[in-house]
């Protein structure tokens, strides 16, 4: 961090603050100007306080310079970081081929996700999502199959190699679910359970964590570093939609956010233009525009008969539009020198 003096600062005020900042176990440089003295600040403050030093006298912004998480940057972490999905297809995401995830929202039957689950693997996906157990706003509504869901999906991949992707919701879920799925899903409205992302960083199944509905990028990352200070280096950052003021859709899927996390970060970006619009009709279009921004992977929702889906039915494509959706996308694909 810099910290900038107000035009006029003292030479005692300038000594204060650098004896504060070796109190935090760093080091000064200070540059005089001819209208302000800068105390540039030396070493990895990223963990220090940088409040304390702007309350100081004399001093009149606080500058950060490294982005406060570390082991999820670019400046720690040069390489991307390529994430084994598991399952018998041994499909990954972040490397050149973009690895996309379909499935119903919920596991809902053995025929209805077998149906889609064979569906989406003829198309070309490589993992299947399905939750098992489900984050639902209204408590009277269908909250998943639990560990019969669980089995399920492990019939599933057994029947298919897709590796599964599905949600835990707790900390105490956490051995349940990880004995059955491939990648754990922290959904959006956990991405600030801290208890649930250091649980998530102490196991071994890669994480794929879903960006809060008000999050900002800064605290998405803070919330992946929390998996990755753990130990779990195979985290997947997934954009899913912020909410906003808009109401054509039910997310406002921020595309934007993709080479933006990947100027900052190393980890791989997922993007869900299921839950990003809320809409079936928009689904295709945003698959397509986020592997042109330079998405690695997509979560898509699909279904046979999205019209009596038990949840998420309105934003479900079909397994035929999942097909043709996997057609456009390997185009864009070649476009921007990857493979789908
Ligand atoms: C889901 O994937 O079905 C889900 C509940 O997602 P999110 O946490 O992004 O709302
Ligand atoms: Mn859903």
Redesign the pocket.
């Known amino acids: 961090m810099v910290v900038v003096m107000k035009p006029g600062a003292g030479q005692s005020q300038v000594e204060h603050v650098i004896r504060r900042v070796r109190e935090m176990g760093l080091k000064e440089h200070v540059i005089v100007g001819t209208e302000r003295t800068v105390v540039a600040v030396i070493g990895d403050d990223r963990n220090k306080d940088r409040s304390v030093l702007e309350v100081l006298d004399g001093v009149d912004k606080v500058v950060p310079i490294l982005a406060p998480y570390k082991m999820a940057s670019v400046e720690v972490h040069k390489e991307r970081t390529v994430v084994p999905l598991g399952g018998r297809l041994g499909g990954s995401i972040g490397g050149t081929r973009i690895g996309v995830i379909a499935g119903p929202?919920?596991v809902e039957s053995r025929q209805q996700l077998l149906e889609v689950a064979l569906a989406v693997k003829e198309a070309g996906a490589v993992a299947l999502?399905g939750?098992a157990f489900?984050?639902r706003t209204n408590p009277y509504s269908f909250q998943g199959l639990a560990e019969h869901g669980l089995e399920l999906l492990a019939e599933a991949r057994e029947q298919t190699g897709l590796a599964i992707v599905t949600?835990v919701m707790s900390v105490d879920q956490m051995p349940l679910v990880g004995r059955y799925a491939d990648v754990l899903?922290i959904?959006?409205?956990?991405m600030q359970n801290f208890n649930l992302l250091a649980a998530a960083g102490e196991q071994p199944r890669p994480v794929l964590l879903?960006?809060g509905?008000s999050a900002t990028l800064e605290e998405f990352l803070l919330a992946a570093e929390y998996i990755l200070a753990r130990g779990n280096t195979n985290v997947m950052l997934?954009e899913?939609?912020i909410r906003t003021y808009e109401e054509y859709v039910r997310n406002t899927l921020a595309l934007a956010a993709v080479p933006e996390l990947h100027r900052v970060s190393h980890l791989p970006v997922v993007v869900?233009p299921?839950?990003g619009t809320g809409k079936r009709h928009l689904v295709d279009a945003m698959c397509r525009a986020a592997v042109a921004a330079g998405a690695d992977g997509l979560?898509v929702?699909v279904h046979a008969d999205p019209e009596h889906a038990l949840?998420?039915g309105a934003q479900s494509i079909t397994p035929r539009q999942f097909a043709d959706m996997m057609r456009a996308i390997r185009r864009i694909a070649a476009a921007v020198d990857r493979e789908a």
């Open positions: 929202c919920s999502r939750g489900k984050p949600e899903q959904g959006a409205r956990n879903k960006r509905i997934c899913r939609g869900d299921s839950h979560i929702e949840t998420d």
